[in-house]
Each structure stands twice: as C-alpha cells, then as structure tokens.
C-alpha cells in the first residue's frame, strides 16, 4: 500500500507538469499567433526585445557609420554606408533624403582673407565635397596668356620655355567679364593683350618681371605676315593678330579698373644688350584643358578630427603626452594638491600623425583619434583672379548646372 500510494503521488505530479507544459505550449502557439509576419505582429514582438534596438542603431554601428577610426597601423570603418536598406532590418531608413539634407546641410566660414578661406562643410558625402575641390580646380574659368608672339628674343630663355613661364603668371580680371574664344577671331570681348619691350643696358638690373608687361586696350600691333609683304597702301587699316572694334578702356567695366597681372613675378634675367621683345594674348579657359587656367593655388579639404581621452592621463603621463604632439593639440589642467591632468585643447589642429598613441597598447587605451565622415574642413587658395568666396560661389553653380543637365537627360 505504501508503495500503491507512492506510485499514484508520482503519478499526479506527472500529470501535473503535463498539464503544464500543455497550457506553455498553447500560450506559445497562441503568442505566435499573435505575431504572426503576415499580420505585421513580428516587427512588435522584435520591438519589445530589450536587446534588438529599433528606430536607431546600435552604439557601435552608429561609430562606424559617422567617424573613422585612426589606429597607430591603419584607419579603420573608413568606406560610407550609402546603400538605402543597408539597416533596414533594424528599422533604420538610410535613404537620402532632400528634405533631411536641408535640414542637416550647412557651411561654417572659419577664415576669410583676400586671397585664403577656410570654412567647415557639415551634413554632407564625401562624394559631393570631392566634386567641390574637382570643379574648383578644373573647371572654374579663368584668363591665362594662350598665345605668345615673339619679335625678338636674345636671351638665354628659349622662346617655348619663355612661352610657358608667361602662361602660368596670374591675371588680376574677372573672366566673368569675356567670353570664350573658341574659334571666333580675337576681339574686345574674348581676348587680352599684354605688351613686353625690355632692353638691358650695363649696370642695370638683369631681371624682368611681371611688372613689365603692360596692358595694350587697343589689341595687337603686331601686323600679319600677310600684310608684311603687301606694298603700302595708306588708304586701308593694316591689319593685325587681334579686331577690336573699339578699345578695351572704354567699356564701362574696364574705364575705372585697368587689367594687370600678378606683380614680382620673375620671367627672365637679362645680360647686358640681350632684349625681348613680344606680345602675349590671354583668352579664357578651364583648368581642365591646361593647369595655367586654374583658378586656385590650391583646393583640398579634410574630414574633422576629433581626439578623445579614454582614461585620465594624469602627472607625468600627461607631460609625456603633451610633449608627444608635434602640434600642439594637448594641454595640462591643474587638479589641485600639485597634481596635473592632460586636456584635449584644439582637437581641431590634429593632423593625424599618430604620435600620441605611438608607444605601446597603453596609449592606444588612453587616447582614440576620430574622423567625422560628414564633416569636412575646406581650404581654397586663390590665384588671385577672383576672390576665395566668389570662387566656391561659381563652383555651387557649375555643380548646380551639372545636376540639371543630368535630371534633363534623365525626363
């Protein structure tokens, strides 16, 4: 009997966990269900799951997606995310949005003078900021010297190598003012001469200069060929390399601001009785078809730095640090009781030289460098042709042209 009764406890508490496990199972089948994929029931059950984030990435994708991270080896999560479903399983719409760019977009002008700017590009891909430094070096139009014609040259400077040293000395006009020449024949409106006539006698100086080449508004007095070999004829215009219709001086945007050219700039050095003498026709052009057309000195852009201490870099540590950047990015705090601790000063002078976690593991634990992917530093350089400011104003509208081209081609 005892043994009976036993058997028959052991029996209930079989059936008990039966029964049990009989109401999990159908709780389960009836929670899925619930959440069935076909009724859009399974995004809501991910939802309620404390370790599936939705609506925003986790930490450390949302790290990798905006900033690269600089090591002692190599950057790491250098590439850009651009693919619009590339989190979609997270919730997270990684589109390009118009209405999100706008509101993200903006420019930040740090330094303005005549001839340098730097301002900061924010909300914007690494695509678009190159397409900026691209166009403001190749295809912003500027007037550069196209065509040199020598009379006399007894320097030791070979004509072609005389050619191109007068070709790359900047022209301070606004080539917004002349059209392209193309292949319409020079005038007023598309070309530019310049005069230069110099003679060294002894016990003067031998060098010549951009100084010298003087501004014809009248156009070319050099005749053709042709009508070198005519007999004179008093009763007709002799007729030279350039047709102005009228002299450039007299054109309201040219009577109060004459053309020149950059000054100082060495051309050629003379002995004594050596000569030049010529005439140089500037026309406007592109950087693309030749490097003289350029607008800019130069044009480049960095992705902003940002320099983080993981750890609290204190006494000697934070003395060693300091001394350890080359430009200056750290600076000490005192914290009391003669004790001292290592700040980030201008994280934005970084040039990711890497010698603050040059070292060992430990100073790679101390101090993280970044680079934000959407934030960029800009410089441009002016030749000085048109100011810094007006010159990325004029690269906004090229692009701007480039774009309607394409959606033109595109309905």
């Not at 040199?148 to 040259?153: D, P, R, Y």
């Not at 004459?258 to 026309?283: C, D």
């Not at 693309?288 to 006494?315: C, F, G, I, N």
Request: charged residues 30%.
């Amino acid at each position: 009997m005892a043994g009976r009764g036993v058997k028959q406890q052991t029996m209930s508490e079989s059936t008990l966990e039966t029964e049990t496990e009989t109401e999990t199972e159908t709780g389960t089948e009836s929670e899925s269900s619930s959440v069935d994929p076909k009724g859009g029931g399974g995004l809501r059950w991910l939802e309620k799951l404390s370790d599936v984030p939705m609506g925003k990435l986790p930490p450390h994708l949302e790290f990798q997606r905006t900033h690269v991270e600089c090591k002692a080896d190599a950057p790491l999560h250098t590439d850009t995310i651009q693919y619009s479903g590339a989190y979609a399983s997270l919730g997270v719409d990684n589109s390009v949005r118009m209405d999100s760019f706008c509101d993200n977009f903006r420019v930040e002008v740090m330094r303005l003078t005549e001839d340098d700017m730097e301002f900061d590009m924010i909300g914007i891909d690494p695509a678009l900021a190159n397409a900026f430094r691209r166009i403001l070096i190749s295809e912003v139009p500027t007037m550069a010297i196209e065509r040199v014609l020598i009379a006399n040259n007894t320097s030791v400077v070979q004509d072609e190598v005389l050619a191109h040293r007068l070709g790359l000395i900047p022209i301070n006009v606004d080539p917004r003012l002349f059209e392209f020449a193309g292949n319409n024949t020079p005038n007023e409106k598309n070309t530019i001469v310049f005069k230069l006539h110099v003679r060294r006698k002894p016990n003067e100086p031998s060098s010549v200069k951009s100084n010298e080449l003087i501004w014809s508004p009248k156009g070319s007095e050099f005749l053709l060929a042709s009508e070198d070999s005519k007999s004179a004829d008093t009763s007709s215009k002799p007729r030279t390399y350039t047709s102005f219709t009228c002299r450039q001086d007299s054109l309201p945007e040219f009577s109060n601001n004459a053309i020149k050219v950059m000054e100082n700039i060495l051309i050629a050095k003379l002995g004594p009785g050596q000569e030049i003498e010529l005439e140089a026709h500037a026309v406007k052009g592109i950087g693309k078809t030749h490097a003289k057309w350029s607008p800019v000195a130069t044009a480049w852009y960095r992705m902003l730095p940002e320099v983080v201490l993981l750890q609290e870099v204190e006494d000697e540590a934070a003395e060693e640090l300091k001394a350890k950047c080359p430009v200056g990015v750290f600076d000490i705090e005192d914290i009391g009781k003669g004790r001292k601790r290592a700040t980030v000063a201008r994280p934005r002078g970084c040039t990711l030289c890497r010698e603050c976690i040059r070292g060992g593991q430990q100073w790679e634990d101390r101090v993280s460098l970044r680079r934000r992917k959407n934030h960029f530093i800009f410089n441009i350089e002016s030749t000085g042709a048109l100011p810094p400011e007006v010159l990325f104003t004029e690269a906004v509208k090229i692009l701007e042209d480039k774009c309607e081209r394409v959606i033109a081609d595109l309905s």
